[in-house]
């Protein structure tokens, strides 16, 4: 594809001739937008099918709270299973399994732990360890005994071999050193990670029975950023493209974001050097993936499931890789917040869509609604905040219900609070965005960010303190505010449960504010009504009766 | 106690000296504020300390969502238990409990059905019956079979005898129609709800070990409006005060309101009549209720439990019954949404505040934590969005943390959104109130309420679209928007969780952004750092290396 700064798909030199294979069979988004900028905010939201500020966990490492409802639980509901092969970054809520009982040696106990996935494998590709231990012990581990396995010896071949350099004198070169990312993996490609992860997406379709659904979640590109030879020299400083930044928009930024500008991440890819080492290697790892993508494809085509699966390519979040003088995602920005999103629909009534292009606002939350409108579910509006997509790749819609998306973040667990000053109720960032206009607001007191999208695409220029932008600035906030007050809780009835409780009171005898009941229509009297008492009833006189 | 119009205390003709000893051993709260008007959806703010807009039950009949956290889970947790008798109004989230597994035949099931108390005795107290069956199958079953051990025959001698009068003739004068409620119950005064649930209470904190919380939930003054004597007899038209409202309120009432107004239960309420026969039956179940509360207190003192009680008075939500033109409670003025709150602290470090009255802004979501504070376990404060009181209480601050209240009303699943044309999403409304001003918002798209509680008390004035009021309308709008944005689901991590987490990523090697490990210091450093590979680990030669 070619590049399109407002459609922001393709590249000049990376090409990705798989994802177009897709896009030339489905519908391609240009303004998806995730509900948060970092990993597993933004899974959980894709996986709730619900805003952050609804399910609660805005950051990494936070539990999502007992109760939550996922896709899971809604497919299965529908009729088909729900599966996981990959990353999805969950934490449970331990204290809330505990309040309730809940034991993850029961199934409904692993659901519960597990975004409400059955769990094929899960591979969170985050597997450090450090002075004070390892960040997640369960993290990697079917990987690394498949790594061993393979002759990668070590306690965490992951490390060492799939995110590790060598060096000629034999020192472990770690991808955690951004330094590093130049050099070649330390292992085979076959046996890299994203190849692994195809090849057991492959063999859990060749067994699946029944309709199901798998949510095959590719790790990569994501830091350690280091790839495996071919795509380790696939691409130079050469194909790197100019970052979208100014030197303006350095000096007048937002005291927030400049906070973020100044830190060690954004001041740290903001440099040439740094540009320079790792987006090659960024390149060859999504270079990787559509090559795997293409020998999943192939097979699918092979195996016939080509035609019976409905096939979404997405993403948690973007990468800033220095533009806009900042490294990874955690802001707002569409390189950040904006995903791409192709999705393949086998149906004949999706023929009408196939190699279309989709502008209509799209937001994470839509897929899980979007997978049980495809199982023949019921959605339930009432707990999924997103609309199904079915009627846009069907042809009968252009735009879901909805003229605005959000995004959030909550930095209260990031060290990034401390530089800002912030408490962790001062943390709290949002987006809201249509397709002219993105303001962004923080708790800590800042003024608001607002960019013109139509004619600032780069989104190089804040007005959120022009004043002849102060009408514009308040029609977000009050759209902001009114998505605030949703009842996002209210998850335990639907609409169409109101509507029947409208008429039940009177129904179950609940008479209330009536002097008589000769002013109720017969059908409405309660039993009592005109009632002897039994002979044998005690007879309490009433007064002057 | 006098009457005074800011205080919301005292009545000319029905005085209560038990309430009154309570005061003169605590603290009387002016300002205390429930979250919801309605019963069900208060008291499921006040079990669960948090907003109605958090926990989403906001209306009669609406199922507390599993996963929300009790009073019952924060007191345990704390070492004391928490047990109830008389009304919750709680339904189940059936579904919900379903899907996680839990039943009510276990422990943990039977609390998460029953608001995370441990059920001594529930009686709703609503115990109906319609063309279309009961309203509540399970409702006052302990209190029916009360009352036939007594001698009251039927199937449900709560309505045939508690709940109705009767006439010469042995027709039953059911206590739903407000007609009746100038008549006596069927029922000796000492098996009426009030005093049963009285005993109840004394027979079960008789019995009780080790620290306990007691819900004592009497169900009157309630409807079905109507008294057993002597209270039956004891007030009449003569001892009613005047209703608060004006010509002026009706003609000009927003449209929400007048609808409101217009609607069978506040015309009903608007006559002479409904309120010269209903008032005095209501004064006659406080005075009963008052009565009660005299025979605990003296039980209390002859036991020695006084001395090592907690005391709390309060209500779920006032009643206009005429006032404003309205009947009933689920509208946001004073009369309604002000509650009695007393509180008696035993401990010689309340000494200093006993007998005195706090004006603070107070909301019944303050009583959980206090309950917590009490009990001596830590405040979850990601949790509980009140405050204790017990530094007001023990003299150590004369406010809590707050500028304004809450309150909220949701009216989807009621009747009264036929009348309005209000959806399931726009059937909601919010009140926000300082000491000075109290603004009311629908989300039909009607135009705000605004009272001003200093110089119009009575509520009798909307400033809602007063020019000269916009800047407080303004300022009263952005202090709700705020509070709808609160991270109100973020309840798996505390503020200090967040704190931990700032600094723990680059402890367990997770190092984003950094170019060489030479900038880290020496403490920082992940495992790999400067490591050799093993000599018998496969080498795939760096780039250069």
Redesign the interface.
């Not at 209260?412 to 060290?415: H, K, L, S, T």
């Given at each position: 594809m070619a590049r399109n700064k407002h459609q922001r798909y393709g590249h000049p030199h990376l090409h990705t001739p798989n994802m177009d294979r897709l896009a030339a069979r489905g519908v391609r988004f240009t303004r998806a937008y995730v509900q948060a900028p970092v990993c597993g905010a933004s899974r959980m939201s894709t996986y709730t099918g619900r805003y952050v500020?609804?399910?609660?966990?805005?950051?990494n490492?936070?539990?999502?709270?007992?109760?939550?409802?996922t896709m899971g639980?809604h497919l299965r509901k529908a009729g088909m299973d729900c599966h996981l092969l990959g990353k999805t970054h969950m934490v449970p809520?331990v204290?809330?399994m505990e309040?309730?009982?809940?034991s993850r040696d029961?199934v409904?106990g692993r659901r519960?732990s597990e975004c409400g996935f059955d769990v094929v494998e899960r591979d969170d590709g985050?597997n450090?360890?450090?002075?004070?231990?390892?960040?997640d012990y369960s993290a990697a581990q079917h990987y690394n005994a498949y790594l061993n396995a393979r002759?990668?010896?070590?306690e965490n071949p992951w490390?060492?071999?799939a995110n590790?350099?060598?060096?000629?004198?034999?020192?472990?070169?770690?991808g955690?050193?951004?330094?590093n990312a130049?050099?070649?993996?330390?292992?085979?490609e076959e046996d890299s990670e994203t190849p692994y992860l195809t090849r057991r997406a492959m063999d859990f379709i060749a067994q699946a029975q029944g309709p199901w659904c798998c949510h095959l979640s590719f790790i990569k590109p994501h830091?350690p950023y280091i790839a495996?030879?071919p795509y380790?020299?696939m691409y130079g400083p050469e194909h790197v493209l100019p970052p979208v930044r100014s030197n303006a928009e350095y000096e007048n930024a937002n005291r927030v974001l400049k906070t973020m500008m100044a830190g060690?991440?954004?001041s740290?890819?903001s440099?040439p050097e740094?540009r320079n080492t790792v987006i090659p290697t960024y390149m060859g790892l999504v270079k990787q993936c559509d090559d795997q993508l293409g020998v999943l494809l192939d097979w699918l085509e092979a195996t016939g499931r080509m035609a019976d699966t409905l096939i979404v390519l997405t993403a948690d979040h973007g990468d800033f890789l220095g533009d806009h003088w900042l490294?990874?995602k955690m802001f707002f920005h569409d390189v950040s917040t904006r995903v791409p999103l192709i999705i393949v629909d086998p149906s004949a009534e999706a023929d009408v869509t196939r190699g279309t292009v989709c502008d209509a606002l799209v937001e994470s939350i839509d897929l899980a609604p979007t997978f049980v409108d495809v199982a023949g579910g019921k959605i339930a509006s009432h707990v999924l905040e997103g609309h199904s997509l079915l009627p846009i790749l069907r042809g009968q819609a252009t735009e879901p219900h909805r003229d605005f998306v959000i995004c959030e973040v909550?930095f209260?667990?990031?060290?990034f609070?401390?530089a800002l000053g912030a408490?962790?109720?001062e943390a709290?960032g949002?987006m809201i965005a249509d397709k002219r206009w993105k303001l962004i607001h923080f708790?800590t007191g800042d003024p608001p960010i607002l960019f013109d999208l139509e004619n600032d695409p780069d989104e190089l220029i804040d007005l959120g303190q022009s004043p002849d932008h102060t009408e514009i600035v308040a029609a977000m906030?009050a759209k902001?505010?009114a998505w605030?007050?949703?009842?996002?809780?209210?998850?335990?009835?639907s609409?169409a449960?109101?509507?029947a409780?409208?008429?039940?009171?009177?129904?179950?005898?609940?008479?209330?504010?009536?002097?008589?009941?000769a002013v109720l229509p017969p059908?409405?009297?309660?039993?009592?009504?005109?009632?002897?008492?039994?002979?044998?009833?005690?007879?309490?006189?009433?007064?002057?009766?």
């Open positions: 500020h609804s399910h609660g966990a805005g950051w490492g936070v539990p999502l709270k007992v109760g939550e409802q639980d809520d204290e809330g309040r309730l009982g809940l029961t409904i519960v985050v450090p360890e450090g002075p004070a231990g390892r960040y002759g990668y010896p070590g490390h060492d071999h590790s350099a060598i060096d000629g004198e034999g020192n472990v070169q770690s955690w050193f951004l330094k130049a050099h070649p993996a330390n292992i085979a830091w495996p030879e380790a020299s060690v991440i954004g740290t890819f440099k740094v490294g990874e909550d209260a667990g990031a060290i609070s401390e408490s962790a109720h709290i949002f708790e906030y902001l505010f605030a007050r949703r009842p996002s809780q209210r998850t335990t009835l609409p449960d109101f509507d409780m409208r008429v039940k009171l009177r129904g179950v005898g609940v008479t209330i504010g009536i002097w008589d009941e059908d409405a009297t309660i039993k009592y009504r005109n009632r002897k008492a039994e002979p044998w009833q005690r007879l309490i006189r009433a007064k002057g009766a």
